[in-house]
């Protein structure tokens, strides 16, 4: 499991990427409305994202209704998506936009001033941080879910979200003795989860609760605070950040799931018998490889991925670092010229990449003299990449 989780945990160069999807659709948006705001919820802010999940954005701002259409529309234009993947599902629960990026073949879910996703992704962080085991088994659970096409709620099956919650309350009222080292258990509790939600659980009486410690509640208790009238889901659980929805309610396919985690306790089960060493599996290389596998297009995309952005990568980490030099430099700068320069004829110092500076001739002159051209000589930078005129303005851009 940790060897899995190590293998398919994102790589700074699938992190990039990502990254890249959401400030080419942040500026189709900024475009639209420049005051809007764009944030990145879901697997990718969490960290917890297999190399083919799908990217969640949540775009706030001052509509009355979820401009959808405008914003497909918008997509279109701009070449964004590919040409035939933009939906726009105004009929959901949540209305959101879905669309596959042009370049990286990404899938994205935008949605409209919706805070819960935010609220969602900053409560899973605080569980990672309480249940160290959690990342090892949801991204294995992830991958199980996947593979068998269980995991979409558009199709029935359930959300990352619900299988989190799942796995947080398995872990809540499931306590193991030796939980001080639970690293050391995650076959175990692996195996353990399956067997409760493949065999134990009832799905038709009760319903999971997270909050206060978490608990097992008959789904008439949950439901009293739920809307009126409404019916209880076969997979119901207690949405910790809001009481009144059931975050299963969608999943209109959880005894397709129910059965898919029964066969691999039943899998596994009989791969950690005593009686499996006398007969091994020659199908499979490992005991996880017997009931999830990663193909050989993953494997192919993210070397890809590696190679097309790996460079891209590199240069983000040195413009970063060439901003955090500029921050430095500016200060620098402003403080040797505050007593003896007008505000006026300084304009901006900003070194840039190899280094650039804009100020006024006078500022110029009066740096000459005080010597601060040798402090950046001792940078091999030649004094007259540096000062200019103010009159000029020079741009460089580190191009990928």
């Known amino acids: 499991i940790m060897d899995f989780y190590n293998f398919m945990s994102p790589r700074p160069e699938e992190t990039t990427m990502r990254q890249e999807v959401v400030d080419r659709i942040e ?6 409305w420049p005051t809007a705001e764009v ?3 879901g697997s990718f802010s969490t960290g917890l994202f297999l190399p083919t999940s799908d990217i969640d954005l949540v775009v706030f701002g001052k509509w009355e209704k ?3 259409q405008q914003l497909e529309q918008a997509l279109r234009k701009h070449n964004v998506a590919e040409p035939f993947s933009i939906k726009v599902l105004d009929k959901a629960t949540v209305p959101i936009i879905k669309l596959t ?3 990286t073949e990404v899938k994205v879910d935008i949605s409209f001033n919706v805070e819960t996703g935010i609220k969602a992704a900053s409560f899973i962080k605080e569980y990672v941080k309480k249940y160290t085991v959690l990342p090892y088994l949801i991204l294995v659970l992830k991958q199980f879910l996947l593979q068998r096409d269980l995991n979409e709620v558009f199709t029935g099956g359930i959300s990352s979200y619900s299988l989190i919650l799942m796995v947080i309350s398995f872990l809540q009222l499931h306590p193991r003795i030796d939980a001080r080292n639970p690293n050391m258990n995650l076959g175990i509790l692996l195996i353990e989860f399956f067997e409760l939600y493949g065999r134990h659980f009832n799905y038709l009486k009760t319903g999971i609760r997270i909050k206060n410690g978490g608990a097992y509640m008959a789904k008439e208790d949950i439901m009293k605070a739920m809307s009126n009238g409404y019916r209880p889901s076969m997979l119901c659980i207690e949405d910790p950040l809001l009481p009144g929805n059931d975050v299963g309610k969608s999943s209109y396919g959880a005894m397709q799931v129910k059965e898919a985690f029964d066969y691999a306790y039943i899998i596994l089960g009989h791969a950690v018998s005593p009686l499996a060493r006398s007969y091994p599996n020659k199908d499979s290389d490992s005991t996880l490889g017997r009931i999830i596998k990663v193909t050989q297009e993953v494997l192919n995309y993210r070397e890809w991925i590696i190679k097309k952005w790996g460079c891209r990568h590199n240069a983000r980490i040195e413009r970063n670092k060439g901003a955090s030099e500029y921050e430095e430099t500016f200060s620098q700068s402003a403080a040797v010229c505050s007593n003896e320069v007008s505000l006026w004829q300084t304009l901006a110092f900003c070194p840039v990449h190899p280094y650039i500076a804009l100020i006024s001739m006078d500022l110029n002159h009066f740096l000459m003299q005080r010597n601060f ?9 030649p004094p007259q990449q540096h000062f200019i005129p103010f009159t000029h303005l020079i741009l ?3 191009c990928d």
Do not use: H, M, T, Y
């Open 27 to 32: 500026s189709v948006i900024k475009e639209l």
């Open 39 to 41: 944030q990145i919820f």
């Open 66 to 68: 979820p401009p959808l």
């Open 101 to 103: 990026d042009q370049e």
């Open 373 to 381: 051209v040798g402090a950046l000589e001792a940078r091999k930078c």
């Open 396 to 398: 460089d851009f580190d």
